[in-house]
């Protein structure tokens, strides 16, 4: 005897291979938009006006395309544009160094001091005091070891606003 308040659900019974068999054949071949790949799609998505692209990295790539061109901002109309230099943020690392050698040799200076153990970072910003893991401040890249160590945002605050940091 079971007992009262248990209800027992039957097992769900799989999909017929006759109802899947039948909903392939109502399928009808479109042509990605975007690629040019043919697909199979339903007539209700195609109705529905959904069945245009053969997969979602092309309807991004469509919605993508289509906002550049409404907007116009294409290369060098693009806000974010960089000259055509690359895609890859390692050329623009590369355009620092030669745009300010100085920096960088300081920044490198610094970085092989601290790995080396002859330069110690600070758990906490020099100017807020807050606990964290902060940055090396330059007030002077012609002495590279002479670092103020700086929040994050401190840090942002000195060079947006040209502050010098108290001692």
């Not at 027992?8 to 909903?23: E, K």
């Not at 020099?126 to 401040?137: N, Y």
Request: glycine share 8%; aromatic share 6%.
């Amino acid at each position: 005897m079971r007992p009262t308040g248990i209800h027992v659900t039957p097992l769900l019974s799989l999909t017929p291979i006759s109802q899947v068999a039948a909903r392939c054949q109502r399928t009808i071949e479109r042509i990605c938009e975007q690629c040019g790949v043919v697909f199979l799609a339903e007539p209700r998505r195609i109705s529905a006006g959904r069945a245009r692209f053969c997969s979602r990295v092309c309807v991004g790539r469509s919605v993508l395309q289509a906002r550049r061109r409404a907007v116009g901002q294409v290369g060098s109309n693009n806000p974010h544009w960089k000259g055509g230099i690359s895609r890859h943020p390692y050329h623009y690392t590369l355009a620092f160094r030669k745009r300010f050698p100085h920096k960088f040799l300081a920044q490198r200076v610094v970085a092989q001091a601290v790995l080396s153990g002859r330069l110690a970072r600070p758990t906490w910003c020099e100017d807020c005091s807050r606990a964290c893991r902060p940055h090396g401040h330059h007030d002077d890249y012609s002495k590279p070891l002479s670092v103020r160590w700086l929040c994050g945002p401190c840090h942002r605050a000195i060079h947006a606003l040209g502050l010098k940091v108290s001692a």
